[in-house]
């Protein structure tokens, strides 16, 4: 598999969890407690085969602006992993707050992700080859399945 299709992919379901669970009311605890769990796992690997796999090798592959780039979507991962995802943890799940804090975690992701499939990707698609990046698929793909078996 192609890294940036399995990051696709990746986008596509957290995108989808995102969407069911700002379309829940503050009576559906248990269901959005369930998709934050769901989210949390799916984040937490995404951003482990990002920042372990591909982010290094698209940064090798390029020069300042891509390093610049890394830098940026790093530092957004760690927003959203320090800072909103803890919040967003503590927070009543049965409250206004939540409802809010889960459109803003929403929000950085949607943001994130057009950035990274409208330029990172775009880019990296010229600057590694077909082979590369499908090498780097297999790789993440394995490491994929590990992250997610230990996280269950």
Not at 3 to 19: R, S
Not at 37 to 45: G, K, R
Not at 51 to 80: I, L, N
């Amino acid at each position: 598999m192609n890294a940036i299709e399995l990051l696709k992919d990746d986008h596509k379901k957290v995108l989808k969890l995102l969407e069911e669970i700002t379309g829940t009311t503050e009576r559906a605890v248990k269901t959005r407690t369930d998709l934050l769990a769901q989210i949390q796992t799916e984040l937490s690997v995404h951003t482990t085969l990002e920042e372990e796999d591909f982010y290094p090798a698209y940064k090798k592959a390029g020069g300042k602006e891509q390093a610049k780039m890394y830098h940026e979507a790093v530092e957004e991962h760690r927003a959203v992993e320090k800072l909103v995802l803890p919040d967003l943890l503590a927070t009543d799940p049965g409250s206004l707050q939540f409802s809010g804090r889960i459109k803003v975690l929403k929000e950085l992701l949607e943001h994130h992700i057009e950035e990274e499939e409208e330029e990172m990707f775009k880019e990296a698609n010229k600057l590694l080859s077909k082979d590369q990046l499908n090498e780097l698929g297999e790789q993440m793909a394995a490491k994929q399945k590990k992250l997610k078996a230990a996280l269950k």
